[in-house]
């Protein structure tokens, strides 16, 4: 048996180099999502600054609400997690 190819957790040599793919692939989304992440909780920052600015509440819980929901929908209970993580780095401790 041969020794196991740089982490793939395979000795095999051509699941080892479809699993190095995969993870590259992995790799370049988990960028995106990091991007794309701070971009976000950029924007919900203005959000809440522009409407305290202009009088209004710092947090709109309806809008909260729509969030969790349409996570909650679309991927479950994990859903419901990442969204209270979304909302929290938009909107800073409270």
Do not use: C, N, Y
């Amino acid at each position: 048996m041969s020794a196991i190819a740089h982490d793939t957790g395979t000795s095999a040599p051509e699941a080892a180099s479809e699993i190095a793919s995969l993870r590259e692939r992995i790799d370049a989304i988990d960028d995106t999502i990091i991007a794309l992440w701070k971009e976000r909780a950029a924007i919900s920052q203005q959000v809440g600054r522009t409407r305290v600015a202009s009088g209004g509440t710092r947090l709109v819980l309806s809008r909260e609400r729509e969030i969790m929901d349409r996570f909650r929908a679309e991927l479950g209970a994990d859903g419901a997690q990442l969204a209270l993580l979304l909302l929290r780095a938009g909107r800073g401790p409270l």
